[in-house]
């Protein structure tokens, strides 16, 4: 099982303590982890992510066997296309995209693209909803939770391959529901927000979305890795032989990269 | 550890903010939810969990601000969990300082009826001096008094009167023999702003509870007020809880000041007799 949810580098509203690829790898020792989608935490704020991802390649080049990067491609930036290429052939485990860091709508085209072209190589796209509550927020962190009005739009756009990390149940409800079965199918989500014990919103979703629409996720080194298998371990008795998702099971290029 | 054993160990453990629904909550799934709070609470080890029942949680009058016919009825529904859970539940009476005359009667009345201390919700700003006969009361009785936090207040928010650590590190100055459980520390808003604000002021206690588990809270609160000021917790969300005990053995405490964060503080909190099934004895033994 991996951690679809991982980061490296610094968060630019409160310190970290060291957001580093060696302590990471350690952390996923300790929780019994295989390994990590590891994204680039600055990357979010930054225009051109360029530069991020060629710092995340290289801080993760020691650790390649547990590491796996997690680009950020931008589908407003001139090149996108051959960006992904570029990344998914250098191994990229996933991409990630910031649409509401980036000001785009539900329905922007280009993000729309973005969607498929990751589909249609066979690489997953990972959508976060927050980073932070959003009662904690600096006032300069204006960008707003992701909603389910984007992920449902790209979850209709086709052959798509979605892992939403973050969400609550409010959102992932709103979403689901409002999916056919086929396109409920191309959306995986961590559960890492999710509520346990006493409201049990995690055993509810198990019952009616299905364990199988979920994958592990931390959100390393913003939350405590602990709580996603202290979430896992407090399930209902019956709901404990879980059946989630490895994110690693979602890769699948199915097209070299040219 | 076999299946059965506790989640985070057979030492004590003393949930020192939790909540119960009752009938009049407006939620058809109540005892469920009360159920699964003791299902997770046997899971992870709980030996008692210290609880409040919120009025009718805004079924007949908004949540933070009960009117003083649902905050007795909530605590009649407290009381009578307590009653029928003795080895395992203790509870708070819920007052608002609105209505001051009810609120100092309900206290003397939740006493009769075993609470051991007093939970104040968002009714009132924390250093209003309307608190003041409530704390009194409660400094003369060696009740704790609960009060609930939002964690940096910037601004207004809806449905609730917000305090922060500021607020009420000026009425526990006021009341320098009462103690105060800052609620929810990972409850929302920042948690970085509390430490500081309630340093100085030896009164205040904060809980750990809350849904945020942000990496770094658990060690700042250690570096700014140390193991003997924290209080392990859960609120609403059990699973933050277990995640927070977990991060506390990787911190790699002591032992004493991990049982002072499980249990001992409470102890001393709520007087070593609200809790017999907790000692240093049973912590060696188990």
Known sequence: MIDCAAFIGSYPFRHLPHPDPDVLVRVLAREGLDGAWVGYLPSAWHRDPSGGNAALFDALAPHRSVLEPAPVVRPDWPGWERTLRDLVEQGAGCIRAYPMHWGMSPHDAQLRALALACGEIGVPLVLTVRFEDLRQRHPLDVAGDLTAAHVRALARAGRVRLVVTGAGRDLLEETHWGLTPDEQRRVHWDFAWIWGPPEDHLAHLFRTVGAERFVYGTHWPLRLTQNSRANLDLLPTELREHGITDARSLRAIRKTPT | ?286
């Open chain 2, 1 to 286: 550890m076999t299946d059965d054993a506790p989640l985070a160990g057979g030492t004590p453990l003393v949930d020192a903010h939790a909540h119960f629904y009752h009938l009049a909550a407006g939620r058809a799934d109540w005892p469920q939810v009360n159920a699964a709070r003791l299902r997770a609470g046997a899971r992870i080890g709980v030996t008692y969990h210290v609880a409040s029942i919120l009025g009718s949680y805004g079924h007949t009058s908004p949540t933070y601000f009960p009117s003083p016919s649902d905050a007795s009825r909530g605590n009649d529904a407290m009381a009578d969990i307590a009653a029928a859970n003795e080895s395992c539940i203790r509870w708070y009476v819920t007052v608002n300082p609105n209505h001051t005359e009810h609120a100092l009667r309900e206290i003397d009345r939740g006493v009769a009826r075993g609470a051991i201390g007093v939970k104040l919700l968002a009714s009132r700003r924390a250093d209003d001096p309307l608190l003041d006969p409530i704390c009194e009361l409660a400094a003369a009785q060696r009740l704790p008094v609960l009060h609930h936090i939002w964690q940096h207040r910037t601004r207004e928010w809806p449905n609730q009167e917000i305090s922060d650590g500021r607020d009420l590190a000026r009425l526990a100055v006021r009341h320098p023999d009462a103690t105060f459980i800052l609620a929810h520390l990972g409850g929302g808003g920042d948690w970085a702003h509390t430490l500081p604000a309630v340093r100085d002021v030896e009164n205040v206690f904060p809980d750990l509870s809350g849904s945020g588990v942000d990496r770094g809270m658990l060690d700042a609160a250690l570096d700014t007020l140390g193991a003997r000021r924290l209080l392990w917790a859960c609120d609403l969300t059990m699973e933050t809880g277990l995640a927070k005990l977990r991060a506390l053995e990787v911190i790699g405490l002591s032992a004493g000041d991990m049982a002072d964060i499980r249990w001992r503080n409470a102890a001393r909190l709520f007087g070593a007799g609200a809790f017999p099934r907790c000692s240093d004895r049973s912590a060696s033994v188990a």
